[in-house]
């Protein structure tokens, strides 16, 4: 397959201003791409079933958007806690779920479909790192993890929560509601009517609750309001569609 075959939309992507010197932030959705069937559009999971060449296609058009030709961290992600270093650390597929850079070349990426990608950033854009954030990884401290590699002093950074679940659509237990030792009138959870020990939870509260616990000043803490499972048209989500693609976010020292 020749790459011009991925179609550019990615005027559709999500290019937020995070408040950080000298970087770059993308965010796909589903709008173009190659990929076709329950993949259809910009698919750049290369491990959910959909064509290899096409995942390449979709990807070379990704890496043409960036501002400097730079290596993306494809992480092979399994809801873990492992960080890692993209300049002395990264390899193809390397097990983790963040990462994070000091240098130019390297834009690190976290692959989602539901899950929530949090983007982090020194102010004066000398480090960045981006972190896979489902519900096992923050309760497991992945936001913590990463913090801590980060040479920087916490209220120096900023963070961008991307797309993910939103707050009316994520269903959990009351285990996941234990594993966060939360309560049933926390305003980050929604009892679910008519239902036994079913609830709604909101990601984007619990992610910047520890961001703020972490040393995070509130107003360098953006996104949070994206729906990926409402919006079928733009974003790929596991817990509606099962089989599925996936977006990328990821972010770069300019």
């Known amino acids: 397959m020749r790459t011009g075959l991925a179609a550019d939309a990615s005027n559709d992507w999500l290019r937020p201003d995070i408040g950080a010197r000298g970087i770059q932030v993308i965010s796909t959705t589903r709008a173009g791409g190659a990929s076709t069937g329950n993949f259809a559009g910009f698919n750049v ?39 890692i270093h993209a300049p002395s650390e990264y390899s193809k597929s390397v097990e983790a779920d963040a990462v994070w850079s000091d240098e130019s070349g390297f834009a690190c990426a976290v692959m989602t479909a539901d899950c929530l990608p949090v983007i982090l950033a020194d102010v004066e854009g000398r480090c960045v790192a981006a972190a896979h954030c489902g519900w096992r990884g923050l309760t497991g401290g992945i936001l913590k993890r990463t913090i801590e590699a980060m040479p920087v002093d916490p209220r120096r950074l900023v963070a961008w929560l991307g797309p993910a679940i939103g707050p009316s659509a994520f269903e959990v237990g009351g285990d996941v509601l234990a594993a966060f030792c939360l309560s049933e009138d926390d305003l980050a ?32 803490i953006s996104g949070g309001d994206t729906c990926t499972y409402s919006d079928p048209q733009r974003f790929y989500s596991y817990r509606r569609d099962g089989e599925t693609g996936r977006m990328v976010t990821l972010i770069l020292i300019k």
């Open 189 to 220: 959870v929604h009892p679910i009517p008519e239902t036994d020990n079913k609830y709604f939870l909101d990601l984007n509260i619990l992610a910047g609750r520890q961001l703020l616990t972490l040393g995070l000043d509130p107003g360098q």
């Open 45 to 83: 999971g290369g491990h959910v079933g959909d064509s290899d060449e096409i995942v390449q296609a979709n990807r070379q058009l990704l890496y043409g958007q960036l501002a400097l030709a730079s290596t993306i961290t494809w992480l092979n992600q399994v809801h873990g806690t492992r960080v």
